[in-house]
């Protein structure tokens, strides 16, 4: 059954739903963008994501698109391992020529995905990095869970990823807890990028940034992506980022995956009501 | 003086004959020794164990005591020191305490002894094969430092998860020129677990890698054992580039035996002046010159 050739794509979910709480067919029928809720009325459990699937291939972002609740950051803590998973399958291609679905990975396996595969931007730089460490340490800490154990090439390694972030270079010796929210933001990025991560996924990697940081960011991030050839997951709820930095998106409303398109038809023409109105809305 | 002192213990404590040998139960002495083998098998690994009441309180060498106490046998010889002194008041208080309830002999000479329990030392000289040191442990978790979180802290020792301790290496290096830890180094044993290493001073740590003895480290306070088996591999975390360096003061010799290959420590004075640590490797060295 193993393909002979390796897929063209770097990271495929396909199927993927969380539910907390316990759930049945029946949740599943009386929940998403159709029914207006993700509640189910008889149990109560909460439908946060069902029926996902996308592909992403190298070079590529795709956006995840919808309003507070709509399931978006779900997904992405499931493929990243912060939330555990109900059903579905995430495949990555360097891991077994993506034959393997990692969500039946041990919990330690999966962490070790962590540190070299799939790297993880927080809309909250306080997620994915120790304010209490400099910027600096906390770009040694992915780097010696790598095995790098050369204290001069973990400098070098780390000053060479904060120049290319525009993090200035004095402030490499400083606790992050002393940055401002911007600059908070390249440290993080400058961390995911430390081992070389084939996947990064982005959760509002702007937003809580004032509009010309936020601009700033964004260009650097786009250029991040197509200088590394990486393959990018963008949550957003802000179509002016999904725009700049995504070439297709889905659009997800109640748990559900709505609308899937390349990002310019999306905006120009939504075919699903609801993406209508999440496109009329950010265009007012 | 010392005469009226023994006396008036001996008639304070009253009939001892229906007092254990060791002191403890069979029971616990069982509970000690499955932990030690537990420990033994898995070097470094911290083993939970049920730390009885001693009549020291915890925090004060309870955690040895009780090894001690599990693994002595009455044709063992004890030597006990605290800081490299036979004659601390913790030494004296807890050496006296195992010696009554075993009858066994002690010594002050390390290669006598069968048996070394100590505070934050290891002897500068005697241990060989049939030794085992028993060090007194305060706090046994190595990555106290760097994560609080309990089950954090199982995780990152169950996937040999150290980058924080690595992280807190790097910090302190940046911080300060150089790896400030001087006492309790974290070391890796056996290529697999890091453990704390007492506060005993880097000048020791060498002296744990490859030993050909026994090392049994008890935390009474903190419920734990754990040990480096002879011919185990310790090694201190350090950066490739960054050596690990042990204590040393240029020019510093001891003022009684003239020493200068010895672990020193500085009197405190208007002119410093300095003296082995282990008091009975000064005493033979002084006793060697005359």
């Known amino acids: ?284 | 003086m010392t005469t009226l002192l023994s006396q008036l213990l001996d008639e304070t404590v009253g009939d001892t004959s229906d007092v254990p040998f060791a002191l403890l139960d069979e029971y616990s002495k069982r509970e000690i020794r499955r932990a030690i083998l537990t420990a033994v098998a898995v070097p470094g690994y911290q083993v939970p164990f049920g730390s009885r009441e001693m009549p020291v309180a915890r925090g004060w060498g309870s955690g040895g005591l009780q090894v001690t106490l599990g693994v002595v046998g009455p044709l063992d010889t004890i030597k006990v020191i605290d800081q490299g002194d036979d004659q601390g008041v913790n030494a004296v208080n807890l050496r006296r305490l195992i010696v009554s309830s075993t009858g066994i002999p002690e010594t002050t000479v390390a290669a006598e002894s069968t048996i070394v329990q100590t505070r934050h030392r290891i002897p500068e000289d005697g241990l060989d094969t049939e030794h085992i040191l028993v060090l007194q442990v305060p706090v046994p978790e190595p990555l106290r430092g760097v994560e609080r979180d309990m089950r954090e802290l199982a995780r990152m020792h169950a996937e040999a998860d150290y980058s924080k301790m690595w992280v807190s290496l790097y910090e302190d290096k940046v911080r300060n020129g150089v790896i400030t830890q001087s006492t309790g180094y974290p070391c890796l044993v056996n290529n697999r677990y890091v453990i704390a290493t007492t506060p005993i001073p880097r000048w020791d740590i060498p002296k744990l890698d490859n030993a050909p003895f026994l090392s049994l480290f008890g935390a009474g306070r903190e419920k734990r054992i754990y040990a480096v088996p002879p011919h185990t591999k310790v090694e201190p975390l350090t950066f490739d580039d960054v050596p690990f360096e042990v204590e040393q003061t240029s020019g510093a010799t001891c003022f009684r035996c003239t020493s200068s290959s010895s672990f020193l420590v500085e009197i405190p004075g208007a002119v410093s002046r300095w003296v082995c640590s282990d008091t009975d490797w000064c005493e033979r060295h002084e006793g060697g010159l005359k």
Not at chain 1, 10 to 38: H, M, N, Q, W
Not at chain 1, 141 to 162: C, K, Q, V, Y
Not at chain 1, 259 to 283: F, G, I, M, N
Request: a negative charge; hydrophobic letters at 40%.
């Open chain 1, 1 to 284: 059954m193993n393909p002979i050739t390796t897929p063209e794509w770097v990271l495929k979910v396909d199927g993927l739903g969380k539910v907390f709480g316990p759930f049945t067919d029946e949740s599943i029928a009386k929940t998403g963008s159709d029914r207006g809720t993700s509640k189910d009325p008889a149990t109560g459990s909460i439908v946060a994501a069902w029926d996902v699937s996308f592909e992403v291939a190298a070079g590529e972002a795709l956006g995840v698109v919808g309003e507070s609740g709509s399931g978006k950051s779900t997904v992405m803590r499931c493929i990243a391992g912060d939330q555990s998973t109900s059903v579905g399958s995430v495949y990555l291609r360097t891991i077994d020529g993506g034959n393997t679905n990692i969500l039946h990975m041990s919990a330690s396996a999966r962490r070790q995905l962590r540190i070299d595969q799939i790297a993880v931007v927080y809309q909250d730089p306080a997620e994915g990095l120790d304010l209490r460490v400099t910027a600096g340490g906390n770009i040694a800490a992915p780097l010696t869970a790598a095995g790098l154990r050369n204290f001069g090439a973990i400098r070098h390694r780390a000053s060479e990823l904060l120049s290319r972030t525009e993090v200035p270079l004095n402030r490499m010796d400083d606790v992050v807890r002393s940055f401002s929210g911007g600059m908070r933001q390249r440290v993080q990025l400058a961390k995911a990028l430390a081992n070389r991560p084939p996947i990064v996924l982005l959760d509002e990697p702007t937003t809580g940034l004032d509009a010309s940081v936020a601009a700033g960011v964004l260009d650097l991030i786009r250029g991040l992506l197509e200088e590394f050839g990486l393959a990018a997951v963008v949550v957003s709820h802000d179509f002016s980022v999904i725009e700049m930095l995504t070439t297709r998106c889905i659009v997800m409303n109640h748990g559900r995956v709505v609308e899937s398109a390349l990002t310019d038809q999306l905006l120009e023409d939504p075919h699903h009501p609801y993406s209508q109105k999440l496109v009329s809305a950010a265009r007012s």
